[in-house]
């Protein structure tokens, strides 16, 4: 009824413009199961080490492309996993604290010197529709701030969703499927000047299983972004 998690990963991070940094990450992780199999109630904490970030090319800032240190994240997540028949439900509220770029005043370049904090919430729904439909999908929400200037984080979009069905056909061996994604609108500079446009793409995907001779054989064929639709 009670699963604890504890671990702590050694993680190195040496980029090519020099910087070369370790550190011990510690993760912990606590699911508890109070009233069965089916439901179960967890919190995760984990933190970790990433590359430093980059000045967008084509950004119009005089230091585009240059590297920065790599920076330390903090992640905590709540949340509750349901399983219901065939279907599966995850709802889940979740906070990043990270290091940010942030433009100079002059407009002109960007600089490490800001803190980020990203809070959403999330709802992801997998496993078997009917007998022959299968379901993987989501949908969440997030708000991404600059602490030190209260302005919306660049690069971070306020919705993003997902909806993605496979159809095990009458041919055996055969599944088609296919999957709609979702991804709102999005700053693009850390002054909150210009923003991106919301957009969508559909995908499709087929899968073949067979056998050659003794050994088992599955084909698997994609089409992304179906419609040739531009987006960011």
């Known amino acids: 009824r009670v699963l604890l998690t504890l671990g702590v990963r050694l993680q190195n991070v040496k980029q090519m ?24 109630l967890f919190a995760n904490y984990m ?7 980059v000045v967008p090319f084509n950004s119009g800032y005089t230091n585009e492309g240059q590297s920065f240190a790599p920076y330390r994240t903090k992640q905590l997540e709540l949340g509750v996993k349901h399983r219901q028949g065939e279907l599966t439900h995850t709802v889940s509220l979740f906070q990043i604290d990270r290091p940010t770029l942030i433009a100079a005043a002059d407009g ?21 529709f009917t007998r022959t439909l299968g379901l993987l999908g989501g949908v969440s929400w997030q708000q991404s701030e600059q602490r030190d200037t209260g302005k919306d984080s660049w690069g971070t979009p306020d919705w993003t969703a997902n909806l993605g069905l496979d159809w095990a056909t009458p041919v055996d061996g055969l599944s088609v499927g296919g999957r709609v994604v979702y ?8 002054a909150n000047t210009l923003r991106l446009p919301s957009s969508h793409r559909f995908d499709l995907n087929a899968k073949y299983r067979t056998r050659l001779g003794q050994t088992p054989v ?3 064929g994609y089409v992304e972004n179906l419609t040739d639709r531009a987006y960011w």
């Open 108 to 128: 002109k370049s960007m600089f490490e010197g800001g803190k980020q904090r990203l809070r959403g919430v999330e709802w992801m729904a997998f496993g078997q």
């Open 218 to 220: 599955t084909l698997n």
């Open 183 to 190: 991804t709102g609108r999005q700053w693009v500079n850390s």
């Open 47 to 53: 933190e970790g080490l990433s590359p430093g970030q």
């Open 17 to 40: 413009n020099g910087y070369d940094e370790s550190r011990l990450s510690p993760s912990a992780g606590l699911v508890v199961k109070p009233w069965g199999q089916n439901t179960s």
